[in-house]
Structure formats: C-alpha cells, structure tokens
C-alpha cells in the first residue's frame, strides 16, 4: 500500500514538472530579472545600488501616479459594482428565454477586442460624438461638453470594458442563493430593502469580492484604455513606466516602479482576499 501510494506521488509530481517549468521560465525568471534591473543606479545596469528606489520614495511623482491609479481602480470598481449587481439581480430573476439575451449581451465584451471598445467610447465621448450630438440636438447643452479626456469619461469607458469581470461572478453568487431565505425574511415581516441588506448581501459578498478582484486589477494595469480615452492629460502606473523604458530608456528605473506598483497591486489583491475570507465565514455562521 505504502508502495503504490509512493508511486503515485512520484507520478502526480512527474506530471506536474512541464507546468512548474513554464511557471519558473515565464514568471520567475523574468521576475528575479526584472529585481536584478532595478538594483542598479544607472541607465547602462553596470553600477550596483538602491538608488532607484530611493528615487521612487523620494522624488515625489511615482508615489502620486501610484495612489492615483489606485484610486482610479477603486472608481471603476465601484462603479462595476453598482452596474454589475443590477444587471446580476435582473438576469437572476428573468426568465429563461430572456437569461438566454442578457447572457449574450454580458458575455459579447469579452469576445470583442479590448482595442475596438476603446476606438468605439472615442467615438461616443469625442466632441463630435454620439453623447454630445444628442444632447445638442436636443438642446439641452450650447456647445459640446469635454467627455473625451477627462477622467469621467474614462471612468465610464473602463467600466463598460471591465463590467462583465464583475457581472459573472455575482450571476455564479446570486444563482447559488435559496429563494426559500428571501421568502422566510418577508414572512417574518421584512421589507424588500431589508431582506436585500441583512440576507441576500451578506450572502452575496463572496461573489462582490471575486469580482472586485478580477474588476480591479484590470482596471489598474489597462494601458491601452487609460491612454487612448484618458489621453496624455492624465498619467498612470502603465504609461509611466512605459515612458520611463521606451521614451527615456531608463530601464532601472522602469523596472524599480513595475515593482513598486506590483507590491502595491498585491497588498490590494491580498486586502480584498482577506476580506473575502471574513464574509465566507460569516455567510457560514
């Protein structure tokens, strides 16, 4: 018995040496590679040092551009979360037929290219765009309002590309939930808004947190959104550290900010997991 239970250890660890491979080749090498850049003073990686880093804390513009990408991460977020949940609720309490729509309409986006989205809001926010041409038909506004290049209409064009990262896992959450819980809340003299805040929240914030996780970090690290709706007005971890690498060459300091902005994006990710744990506990209890 212990023979055979040996044999099939040594046979799962076998199977699993190509994955653990290209995990190591793909992400640890480039990874210890990336340290091994930022632990250098000058642009040519000959002299050893700190002094990247030193650089980031101390000059004053990479810690800014860091918060302000964090807090755009958590706009848009919120945001998701908002338009996500509706859209969850009212797939979880249509029909068939009409589940069968809603799931193609959330799911479409994510078969479309990332780059095609963004040229399209470019096309609704411009000043000659869709959103400006109604409201001045209608005669609402005199002249055209500023939605493209501004961080509102970036908020919103990084929502709708990001919804269905939010949408999907709350469907999975909603659709697990017993109806009999909601029937039981109204026959013990709750109300709608009430049974929704003590019983299908709490219940649902497994699901929030899951696609809170995947909505933010895509939000944050979306350079081809962020610099072709957002323009050069507005600056952000993704852009920076591809000015710093390919416009200035300076790939020490590229390298020391990536590294920087992914500690940042961890602590975030592992905050939200945490978070996540607690309301599974407290669902179960």
Not at 99 to 112: D, S
Not at 259 to 266: D, E, G, R, T
């Amino acid at each position: 018995m212990n023979a055979r239970h040996h044999d099939v250890t040594v046979y799962n660890l076998n199977y699993s040496m190509p994955l653990a491979a290209f995990f190591v080749l793909f992400f640890v090498a480039p990874l210890l590679l990336l340290v091994f850049v930022s632990l250098h003073n000058d642009s040519a990686v000959s002299v050893f040092g700190l002094g990247q880093y030193a650089k980031v804390f101390g000059e004053g513009m990479a810690l800014p551009i860091l918060v302000d990408t964090l807090w755009l991460g958590l706009q848009v977020t919120l945001l998701c979360l908002v338009l996500g949940y509706a859209l969850a609720w009212a797939f979880v309490r249509s029909s068939p037929s009409v589940q069968k729509v809603l799931i193609m309409i959330i799911v479409l986006p994510l078969l479309t290219s990332v780059v095609v989205r963004t040229f399209a809001w470019v096309v609704i926010l411009g000043r000659q765009g869709i959103i400006n041409e109604l409201l001045l038909s209608w005669a609402w506004i005199e002249k055209p309002l500023r939605l493209l290049y501004s961080r509102e209409g970036l908020i919103w064009a990084l929502a709708n590309v990001q919804l269905p990262l939010m949408t999907l896992p709350l469907i999975t959450t909603l659709q697990r939930l017993e109806s009999n819980l909601e029937d039981a809340s109204a026959a013990l003299g709750a109300n709608a808004w009430r049974t929704f805040r003590r019983v299908t929240l709490p219940l649902s914030l497994p699901g929030v947190i899951a696609g809170s996780l995947l909505t933010f970090s895509a939000t944050i690290t979306a350079f081809i959104t962020q610099s072709l709706v957002g323009g050069g007005q507005m600056l952000f971890m993704p852009m920076y550290i591809y000015q710093q690498a390919s416009a200035l060459q300076n790939w020490p300091y590229a390298a020391a900010i990536s590294l920087v902005f992914l500690l940042a994006v961890i602590a975030c990710v592992t905050l939200l997991s945490y978070m996540g744990q607690l309301s599974k506990r407290n669902a179960t209890l």
